[in-house]
């Protein structure tokens, strides 16, 4: 069989101005971002990284065995950073430290935190 590369990022940024620190709110005695996390870790996806701005997201994530591999610079933490230039710095920091391209790329935002493990899975198989 052969084995398709995925890669999930997880865009979650510290400073939210609206709701502070809306990511690591409890929903139900957890964390946001956690629901998040924790389908995307089930999910068809083998390669899973988080790209934030903040040291409690990070810690929350590496205790989930999820992989941090930087921290987002401030310059594309901001209100009107775009998701896309968080996307590209995450693959671009990728491709430079471990000449890493993956095939498929799944972007999952915390903020919707009832996508399911079959919801991730359809959106891949559809692209595979």
């Known amino acids: 069989m052969f084995l398709v590369d995925i890669l999930g990022i997880i865009t979650a940024r510290g400073g939210s101005k609206g709701i502070p620190q809306k990511n690591l709110r409890k929903i139900h005695k957890k964390p946001l971002i956690q ?39 401030k310059k594309i933490s901001q209100d009107s950073t775009s998701t896309i230039d968080v996307i590209k710095h995450a693959l671009n920091f990728l491709s430079n430290k471990n000449q890493y ?3 498929i790329i799944v972007i999952l935002q915390p903020t919707s935190p009832f996508r399911t493990v079959k919801m991730i899975n359809d959106s891949i198989r559809s692209e595979e």
Do not use: G, H, Q
């Open 35 to 73: 629901y998040t996390l924790e389908v995307a870790k089930k999910s068809k996806i083998n390669k899973l990284i988080v790209s934030t701005d903040d040291p409690k997201i990070i810690k929350l994530s590496k205790s989930l065995k999820i992989e941090v591999p930087f921290l987002r610079p």
């Open 101 to 103: 391209n993956p095939e």
